[in-house]
């Protein structure tokens, strides 16, 4: 199983962005994904997750309210907006197979996608 996480870029403070994880090798109907970044000098940290066919989703406290996760079954990618950013939401972002829900991850991952949010 591979996922390629796309679409970062640079954005102004207040701006939003669509991250895209495209999964090849399984169904994304069947799988739990999650996303995670990790900013300059810090830890990566759990982000959003998806599960059940896009039915059931979970997030981090700091993103809660600004981002959205959801599945394009058939594209079979998981997506991420982000609304309202701001310069704390700056990282490299990665999407990985969850090894238990919601935040645990399985290991395996793709290259990121950096988002710069520019003040």
């Known amino acids: 199983v591979q996922l390629q996480a796309s679409g970062g870029g640079l954005v102004q403070a207040g701006g939003s962005l669509r991250l895209s994880c495209a999964v090849s090798g399984r169904r994304i109907v069947s799988s739990k994904i999650g996303w995670f970044r990790q900013a300059p000098g810090k830890e990566r940290e759990f982000v959003a997750a998806?599960?059940?066919?896009?039915?059931?989703?979970y997030y981090s406290d700091s993103v809660k309210g600004r981002f959205t996760i959801s599945m394009d079954i058939d594209k079979n990618a998981v997506d991420l907006r982000a609304d309202s950013l701001n310069s704390e939401d700056t990282a490299v972002y990665y999407c990985?197979?969850?090894?238990?829900?919601?935040?645990?991850?399985?290991?395996?991952w793709g290259q990121g996608t950096l988002v710069t949010v520019s003040s």
């Open positions: 990985a197979g969850l090894y238990r829900w919601p935040n645990v991850p399985n290991g395996y």
């Open positions: 998806i599960s059940g066919a896009g039915r059931l989703t």
